[in-house]
T-cell receptor, first 113, second 116 residues
């Protein structure tokens, strides 16, 4: 049981490049989330999904897109990376709407130059 | 919207001494509160939660938290700190998502440093 996994662990992009971050969970959780973590700002919600085939915007969705084609996977895309998207990205999942604690992946450190 | 505040960016404590990491909350309705810990270069790990019931909640690694409704606080405590407790601690509160379901709103984090 691996829990929540994220790939890649590190990535450096040039401004304007695109990339996709993959999150996978093997706990059969309904809910999945993407956060970014910046110093002094805690975690901010980018996008989330309440089930397979559904996605919705969080607090800071601009510049990102997501997809949840399979229940176990939640993809975060950056179509045209900007230096402001330099951050550490965390994926999380929770079982359903009655269980509020979330389980986090190890994170992806992204640098945009 | 619900929110939490962590008034201290850093807390220093000697090993063996009790530790407290502070959190205050602002919610409408009943608060559902959480503590998470983040070790360097790792994801967040769930420590404990308060949903309802006893004001003293026990969690992982010997941590506990005290819910105080009159002071709108949910401070994290441990009777005897260990050097291995040094990490970044986040308080969080459940909030509702407009698209249905729940999210967690996090504080800005408190760096705990336990020294020999």
């Amino acid at each position: 049981n691996a829990g929540v996994t994220q790939t890649p662990k590190f990535r450096v992009l040039k401004t304007g490049q695109s990339m996709t971050l993959l999150c996978a969970q093997d706990m059969n959780h309904e809910y999945m989330y993407w956060y970014r973590q910046d110093p002094g700002m805690g975690l901010r919600l980018i996008h989330y999904s309440v089930g397979e085939g559904t996605t919705a915007k969080g607090e800071v969705p601009d510049g990102y897109n997501v997809s949840r084609l399979k229940k176990q996977n939640f993809l975060l895309g950056l179509e045209s990376a900007a230096p402001s998207q330099t951050s550490v990205y965390f994926c999380a999942s929770s079982p359903d709407r009655l269980h509020y604690e979330q389980y986090f992946g190890p994170g992806t450190r992204l640098t945009v130059t | 919207a619900q929110s939490v505040a962590q008034p201290e960016d850093q807390v220093n404590v000697a090993e063996g001494n009790p530790l407290t990491v502070k959190c205050t909350y602002s919610v409408s309705g009943n608060p559902y509160l959480f503590w998470y810990v983040q070790y360097p270069n790792r994801g967040l790990q769930f420590l404990l939660k308060y949903i309802t019931g006893d004001n003293l909640v026990k969690g992982s690694y010997g941590f506990e938290a005290e819910f105080n409704k009159s002071q709108t606080s949910f401070h994290l405590k441990k009777p005897s700190a260990l050097v291995s407790d040094s990490a970044l601690y986040f308080c969080a509160v459940r909030d509702l998502l407009t698209g249905g379901g729940n999210k967690l709103t996090f504080g800005t984090g408190t760096q705990l440093k336990v020294e020999l």
